[in-house]
């Protein structure tokens, strides 16, 4: 139990200058800027599923916690959060390099998923903004008001601290309880349903990839190199594990709850589909 519970502390800790720089933007913008600038904010988001797939490929979780926010605030559009969130990079990396897989695989992975991202992203996008063509391009949003808390009054640096703590404090729970919950099934448990269903091994992967933690990215790599998922399946699993992002969606964009599930489900569909479209063929 001790050990679980550090994890989660090193998880959360981990996060807090992200969320910090973040918010710290988010409130910068909503006090500092104009208008007209943040209409030229939400127009450059076009190129934003290109940009968040490049930043999000860096190895980390703490990007897609960060986007999450920015979307929340209306600040970067549905297609660059779900490109992000594709592309991120996390525990993948170091796993790798730590059992010696070969340099040239882990890149070809990686340059999939920014791929992957980057195509995925700018179709989501190019999808929405069809659907919602007649209306009203959203304002940013200012997250002191969603939240009714006022603490803007007191300044962008304290309000960016009081979002962070807030959010901090509901991402250790959350982690916590995800972190309970994989030692009580045990990654044994989990091995062994998929060597024993292995045709589903993207539709698997891809679940375990939802799981809002890192240690998703870790039970999926471990997986690979152990011979109980193909490369496909590795690539569908790591395509849906967005780290803590969908934590943070659920919670800083919790009035709209039916637009979070369809981020999911997006997510979880194009995770699947790319797996078995990579199985197809011959990666």
């Known amino acids: 139990m001790l050990e679980i519970l550090l994890d989660a502390v090193i998880d959360t800790v981990k996060l807090i200058p992200f969320l910090f720089v973040t918010y710290l933007i988010m409130e910068y913008i909503e ?19 290109l940009i968040g797939a490049m930043v999000g490929i860096i190895p980390q979780c703490g990007f897609s916690a960060s986007a999450t926010n920015l979307y929340a605030s209306r600040i970067i559009s549905i297609g660059t959060l779900i490109a992000v969130y594709l592309a991120t990079s996390d525990e993948m990396i170091p796993i790798f390099i730590s059992e010696g897989m070969p340099i040239g695989l882990l890149l070809e992975i990686l340059a999939i998923k920014l791929i992957l991202g980057v195509f995925f992203g700018f179709l989501v996008d190019f999808i929405f903004r069809k659907i919602n063509k007649n209306k009203k391009q959203e304002e940013i949003v200012d997250i002191c008001e969603e939240e009714h808390c006022h603490c803007h009054e007191k300044g962008i640096v304290k309000a960016s601290l009081t979002h962070t703590i807030n959010i901090t404090i509901y991402i250790f729970i959350i982690t916590l309880a995800i972190n309970c919950l994989i030692a009580l099934v045990g990654e044994e448990t989990i091995e062994m349903f998929i060597r024993n269903n292995a045709f589903l091994g993207p539709v698997v ?5 939802l799981i809002p933690n890192c240690a998703a990215s870790v039970i ?10 193909n490369l496909a399946s590795l690539i569908a699993g790591l395509l849906t594990g967005a780290g803590v992002g969908l934590i943070v969606l659920f919670r800083t964009n919790k009035k709209h709850l039916k637009e979070n599930l369809t981020i999911m489900g997006l997510i979880y569909v194009i995770g699947v589909i790319s797996g078995w479209g990579l199985q197809l063929i011959g990666i």
């Open 205 to 209: 992967a891809s679940l375990i990839g």
């Open 220 to 229: 999926i790599t471990n997986l690979y190199i152990d011979n109980v998922l």
């Open 31 to 49: 006090n500092k800027t104009s208008s007209k600038m943040k209409e030229k904010i939400q127009k450059a988001g076009k190129f934003g599923p």
